[in-house]
C-alpha cells in the first residue's frame, strides 16, 4: 500500500489564543486546562496515537512556552505558529514535515467520549479528504451555533456545507462536522485562507468524504461544554 493511500501523520493546533476559554486556561494555554486528570492535549494526543499514528506534529506558539515544556520528552514534533493566523495557516506550518501526505487534523478542545473518532477516520480513508461528522442531538445540541452543518450528503459523500450563522442556534437533528478531519494534497490545493471555503469546493467536485461518528461529543470551548466534560470525564 502506498504511503499516500494511509494516514500516518496527524496535526494538533495548539497556537490559538483560546479567548472563548480563557477563565479556565492554564498558564494561557486553553490546551492544557485538565478534563478527568488529563491535559486535552494529552487527551488528543493519545487519541490519535490509538489511532495508529506514530508522527505527530503540535503547533505551538512562542507566545505558549507551557505547551513546550509540557511536551518535553512526549516524542512529537513542536513547530511554532508565530501568529495566530487560523487554522489553515496552523497546520501549513507542518508542511514541511508532512511532506504532501495526507494529515489526520484534531482540535484538542473537541473531545469524544466513547468512541475514538480518529480510528474510524483513518479506517475509513479511501485518498479523499474526509470529515468527522455527527448528528446534533438535544440536549446538547440546544447550546451550539449553527456552524459546520452539512446541507447536503448522498451516501458517504458530503456535497453542500452552509454558511457559518454563529448568531443561529445550531438545527437539532441535522449533521454537524467536528473537530477531526484528514486533509490530502487535493485540499491544499484549493485551500486559501478559509477552510470552509477549501471545503465546499471539493464537495461541489463530489471528492468530500464524511465518517459518522455515533457517540457524543463535547465543545469544551463553550462554558457549558466544560462543565459537561468535567462530570462525563470525572465519573
Not at 504511503?3 to 480563557?22: C, K
Not at 496552523?90 to 482540535?107: D, E, F, K
Not at 478542545?109 to 474510524?120: A, H
Request: negative net charge.
Amino acid at each position: 500500500m502506498a504511503e499516500e493511500d494511509v494516514v500516518t501523520w496527524a496535526v494538533i493546533p495548539a497556537a490559538g489564543l483560546g479567548t472563548r476559554m480563557s477563565e479556565n486556561a492554564v498558564l494561557g494555554c486553553k490546551e492544557l486546562i485538565e478534563i478527568g486528570g488529563l491535559t486535552m492535549l494529552e487527551r488528543t494526543i493519545r487519541e490519535v496515537e490509538d489511532a495508529g499514528i506514530k508522527r505527530i506534529v503540535v503547533i505551538s506558539s512562542p507566545n505558549k512556552p507551557a505547551i513546550d515544556a509540557e511536551l518535553e520528552g512526549r516524542g512529537v514534533e513542536i513547530v511554532h505558529q508565530m501568529e495566530p493566523n487560523g487554522l489553515i495557516d496552523a497546520v501549513r506550518c507542518a508542511r514541511s514535515l508532512t511532506v504532501g501526505l495526507p494529515c489526520l487534523v484534531a482540535l484538542p478542545d473537541v473531545l469524544f467520549t466513547d468512541i475514538n473518532p480518529s480510528k474510524i477516520l483513518c479506517n475509513e480513508f479511501d485518498g479523499s479528504t474526509r470529515l468527522a461528522v455527527v448528528q446534533v442531538n438535544a440536549p446538547w445540541g440546544r447550546h451550539l451555533c449553527d456552524t459546520g452543518r452539512v446541507t447536503e450528503m448522498v451516501g458517504g459523500r458530503i456535497l453542500g456545507l452552509s454558511d457559518k450563522h454563529p448568531d443561529r442556534a445550531f438545527p437539532l437533528d441535522e449533521i454537524r462536522i467536528t473537530g477531526r478531519a484528514i486533509w490530502t494534497e487535493a485540499f491544499w490545493e484549493v485551500a486559501e485562507d478559509n477552510e470552509v471555503e477549501a471545503l465546499r469546493i471539493l464537495a461541489a467536485d463530489e471528492i468530500l468524504s464524511a465518517s459518522f461518528v455515533k457517540t457524543p461529543y463535547i465543545d469544551v470551548g463553550l462554558t457549558v461544554g466544560y462543565e459537561y466534560a468535567q462530570s462525563i470525564f470525572n465519573r
